[in-house]
């Protein structure tokens, strides 16, 4: 059961699921006949799941924005025994949100039909930043592992994330990085190991991977 520190982006799932068997009279669209709507962690958070399914005592560090949807995600996160303690709520954002349309034709298998997403991309202010740092170095005498969970929705910034991993160094913690599509990784210089897909790698390298 190892203590792994989560910190970056977290997102809310939403599946509105249902039949789609007409088109409007309006418009040639497929008119979504809603049966049900689900959520889930996603993001930072769904990396946080992930981790506490396998056993370990996992923290989340991030942001929320004060609404629903933010009071949400940490009663998901909390159900699944995630320590939500140091996610911070934010006046000045909402939680990021990607709502999936999911519809079924004639009852066959089931067909994502759109996504809607909610988002903010800037950087978090200052003291916000502050607050996550200093609840880091809280918790790193007992962590194993540090996780930068960066999808570029402003809570992993150049200064904070170079800020998070000279923390982690200096006491000794390992800190594993799923970076963002940029093209400059130089921001995450230290770490230990970063996990990149295919179009992440081809677009920080400039290299196109044929094999």
């Known amino acids: 059961s190892p203590c792994i520190v989560v910190i970056g982006d977290l997102m809310l799932d939403e599946i509105v699921s249902g039949d789609a068997e007409r088109l409007s009279p309006d418009s040639p669209v497929p008119v979504l006949e809603v049966k049900s709507t689900s959520s889930h962690a996603?993001?930072?958070?769904?990396?946080?799941?992930?981790?506490?399914?396998?056993?370990?005592?996992?923290?989340?560090?991030?942001?929320?924005?004060?609404?629903?949807?933010?009071?949400?995600?940490?009663?998901?996160?909390?159900?699944?025994?995630?320590?939500?303690?140091?996610?911070?709520?934010?006046?000045?954002?909402?939680?990021?949100?990607?709502?999936?349309?999911?519809?079924?034709?004639?009852?066959?298998?089931p067909q994502k039909m759109f996504r809607l997403d909610r988002e903010t991309k800037k950087e978090l202010e200052k003291d916000q930043a502050d607050k996550l740092i200093q609840s880091l170095g809280e918790l790193l005498p007992k962590a194993d592992v540090v996780c930068i969970e960066d999808y570029g929705k402003g809570v992993i910034s150049q200064k904070t994330c170079k800020t998070i991993i000279v923390h982690c160094r200096d006491a000794g913690i390992e800190v594993l990085v799923d970076p963002a599509g940029i093209d400059d990784y130089s921001k995450y210089n230290g770490a230990t190991a970063m996990t990149p897909n295919r179009s992440e790698a081809e677009k920080s390298t400039g290299i196109r991977l044929e094999d």
């Open 42 to 109: 996603g993001g930072a958070g769904n990396v946080a799941r992930c981790l506490r399914a396998l056993g370990a005592e996992v923290h989340c560090l991030g942001v929320v924005g004060e609404d629903d949807e933010g009071k949400r995600l940490l009663e998901l996160l909390e159900k699944e025994q995630i320590s939500t303690t140091n996610i911070v709520q934010c006046s000045d954002r909402a939680t990021t949100v990607k709502r999936s349309l999911v519809g079924l034709a004639q009852h066959r298998h």
